[in-house]
């Protein structure tokens, strides 16, 4: 949301609701929505997402309480309506060919047709043995299994922030429409675990078939907004279903729908005879899946985003902008312990960390490396982040190269318990250079959490009395024998 500027002419920013939520009840900027109604509309966002009898926006709240102004509302409303007057919002409808669109140019043939074709294009063909395009008619018998918690799909194909459709077609209308001999299975979605009421079910549906279709993936249920996933696997459920279905022999084609996944399993996997990723195909989205298996499309989509291995998300920090896996190095706690010769086990040596930097300017400089961890190891609270070690490289020209390596202890990565003990504790360090975070590395320490340090405990059962004398903020204290001045 823009702030602090005040927009000009043509230019009209408005925001969502749940940014203003964000202002009072998230950031706690303000105290209520009110307040946060006028913040917004002074700093020049002219437009408010109402929702209605809700605590969201509370424009009227504003003005009555004296959070912003009424020539503040005037200008907000003036640039509204110029760039009403601009878009031909007040003209004849003679003048203006949008003004004369009616609901008879709504769902037409020709959009729905749009629609198929935009959804049959954007599918990617990932991987085919050679099955696809796949003869379902070719004159004998051929019942085909329709499995998985996408086959029997309606309003999950559109996807978030969509209307509503004329229709949703889902995998079965369009076998039915196909007139195929088809069983059908509901399939898990999210589930960690297979359990045997879809296992059997599934299992059962595919014995009965010659060819083996697989509608799966993620879907709104798992993805939308304020609901963030955390993994970018796909569900283990779904992975184990698929690879029994695919032992038993027949032709398995796995028709990924949702987000993106890491297909890694299925592509490695040779029973898996073809995957198509379909995404979410909007209404029409059943029929325009067939059209891709049965070769009345050719399949020349590719994928919109990247496909990382689903450990990428244990790699790499959310806030890490360079979308580049970071090196992964794994260590036993015992095993530092024991092979370490030092007096203290906090300062015991952690392999050390080389670095590498380069001068891409003009000038010769110094450059000081600050390098940090971060890691949720151990019991909460934790840290944001604790200076690990540090160094300073000495004049490096211009255009030039210097390598160091960064020497870091096992004291620097543990923590201290409410008494003070300083522990080590297994799981995952990121280790981040400089300020901002110029690269990062990701360490994993297994074994038993380990004390380095014991700190001095009082005797048991024994309290301590103390007397705080009353001395003046500054200069001497009298009743600490401290002399006066005369």
């Known amino acids: 949301m823009p702030s602090g500027v005040r927009t000009t002419s043509y230019r009209h920013p408005n925001f969502c609701a749940d940014s203003l939520i964000d202002i009072f009840a998230n950031h706690n900027y303000t105290t209520s929505s009110a307040a946060a109604e006028g913040i917004s509309l002074t700093n020049g966002c002219d437009n408010a997402c109402i929702v209605a009898n809700t605590y969201v926006t509370d424009v009227n709240g504003s003005y009555y309480g004296g959070f912003v102004s009424e020539e503040v509302i005037t200008t907000a409303l003036i640039r509204q309506y110029e760039a009403l007057v601009i878009a031909g919002y007040f003209d004849p409808a003679s003048s ?148 029994n279905l695919s032992s038993m022999g027949k032709p398995t084609i796995v028709i990924q729908m949702g987000s993106m996944l890491d297909a890694t399993p299925l592509l490695t996997n040779s029973n898996v005879s073809a995957l198509v990723w379909a995404g979410y195909p909007g209404q029409d989205g059943g029929p325009a899946a067939f059209d891709i298996l049965t070769g009345a499309v050719a399949p020349a989509g590719r994928l919109p985003v990247t496909m990382y291995p689903s450990n990428y998300v244990s790699e790499v920090p959310m806030t890490n902008m360079s979308l580049r896996p970071a090196p992964h190095a794994k260590y036993n706690i015992q095993t530092l312990i024991s092979s370490c010769t030092a007096a203290h086990p906090d300062l015991c040596p952690f392999p050390s960390v ?42 490096i020209a211009a255009g030039a190269t210097a390598s160091v390596s960064l020497n870091v202890t096992l004291g620097v990565l543990a923590r201290r318990d409410e008494s003070g003990n300083q522990i080590l504790y297994p799981g995952s360090y990121t280790l981040m250079l400089d300020v901002p975070t110029q690269a990062t590395m990701v360490v994993e320490l297994a074994g038993q959490a380990a004390v380095l340090d014991l700190w001095p405990q009082p005797p048991a059962n024994e309290t301590y009395a103390a007397t705080v004398a009353e001395c003046p903020l500054y200069g001497p204290c009298a009743a600490l024998g401290q002399p006066l001045a005369d």
């Open 354 to 395: 080389p670095i590498t930097i380069h001068n891409a300017g003009a000038t010769t400089s110094d450059f000081s490396a600050l390098l940090f961890v971060s890691s949720t190891a151990g019991p909460t609270p934790y840290p944001l982040k604790s200076l690990a070690s540090y160094t300073r490289l000495h004049s």
């Open 96 to 243: 203006n060919p949008y003004r004369a669109i009616g609901w008879d140019q709504v769902n037409t043939p020709y959009a729905q047709a749009l629609a198929r074709t935009a959804a049959t294009e954007g599918m990617a063909l990932l991987k085919n043995d050679g099955v696809l395009p796949y003869k379902f008619a070719n004159g004998t018998a051929c019942t085909v299994a329709l499995i998985g918690m996408w086959a029997n799909a309606s309003y999950q194909m559109q996807g978030g922030y969509s209307g509503p459709a004329p229709y949703t077609h889902s995998p079965i209308y369009a076998a039915q429409q196909l007139g195929l001999d088809w069983v059908y299975s509901n399939g898990p979605t999210n589930e960690s675990t297979l359990t045997s009421n879809f296992s059997d079910a599934a299992m059962s549906a595919a014995k009965k078939a010659d060819v083996i279709l697989y509608f799966g993936g993620i879907d709104i249920s798992v993805e939308s907004e304020a609901n963030d996933r955390y993994d970018i696997a796909w569900p283990e459920s779904q992975l184990e279903l698929i690879g």
